[in-house]
């Protein structure tokens, strides 16, 4: 499986764009790029998936560069409740065990 | 979207005793679903994978007889920690598949266990 590397934790303040970088040089063909969001004491939920190109959806964007090693999250005007653990997962398409790293913790403060 | 809960959602025992935490998937059948472990400040480490029907398969390193699993319906999965230790207190977590497709994994809200 391949390997993701993300920092540690992030700043940012209400309403404004945060980008969240993932890099994962050793992705294999079959691999799709995932991300989940966790709140303290929480589990984890799915945000977005993404191949290649652009994913949107209602929640965030997913940007994958044409050779695959990095992927970038981007989370649109963020708020107070979006202070969370985000984890960029690399996973192998059919294969379900999820493997997860250290995860970027984000602090959205007003 | 899918629902997975947990009971309770959160334990306080004393050390030696068992504990049993349940992990149900409320509106979906779960063929696979997987137990997870997240002391604080760590990210999640899977324990066990389980499959409705079948002995559960366990990550290396997982004592596969202090940590029963028993998956016996598609929508019920329990973990029991046994002879529970204070370094057992721990936020476990579960999921549940709904299909073949890897992000069709669902999490429950997890399980605080505190031991004493």
């Known amino acids: 499986l391949a390997k993701t590397t993300q920092p540690i934790s992030m700043d940012s303040y209400e309403g404004q764009e945060v980008n969240i970088t993932c890099s994962h040089n050793n992705i294999a063909t079959n691999d799709y790029i995932t991300w989940y969001q966790q709140f303290p004491s929480q589990g984890p939920r799915f945000i977005i998936q993404?191949?290649?190109t652009k994913v949107t959806n209602e929640v965030a964007s997913l940007f994958i560069p044409a050779d695959r090693k990095s992927s970038t999250l981007s989370l649109p005007r963020v708020s107070l409740s979006d202070t969370a653990v985000y984890y960029c997962l690399v996973v192998l398409s059919g294969y379900s065990t999820l493997t997860f790293g250290k995860g970027t913790m984000l602090l959205v403060s007003p | 979207g899918a629902v997975v809960s947990q009971h309770p959602s959160r334990v306080i025992c004393k050390s030696g005793t068992s504990v049993k935490i349940e992990c149900r998937s409320l509106?979906?059948?779960?063929?696979?679903m997987f137990w997870y472990r997240q002391f604080p400040k760590k990210s999640l480490m899977l324990m066990a994978t389980s499959n409705e029907g079948s002995k559960a398969t366990y990550e290396q390193g997982v004592e596969k007889d202090k940590f029963l699993i028993n998956h016996a319906s598609l929508t019920l999965s329990t973990l029991t920690v046994t002879s529970a230790h204070p370094e057992d207190s721990s936020f476990y977590i579960c999921?549940?598949?709904?299909?073949?497709?890897?992000?069709?994994?669902?999490f429950g809200p997890g399980t605080r266990l505190t031991v004493l």
């Open positions: 999921s549940a598949r709904v299909g073949l497709d890897y992000n069709e994994q669902f």
């Open positions: 509106d979906f059948q779960a063929t696979t």
């Open positions: 993404g191949y290649k």
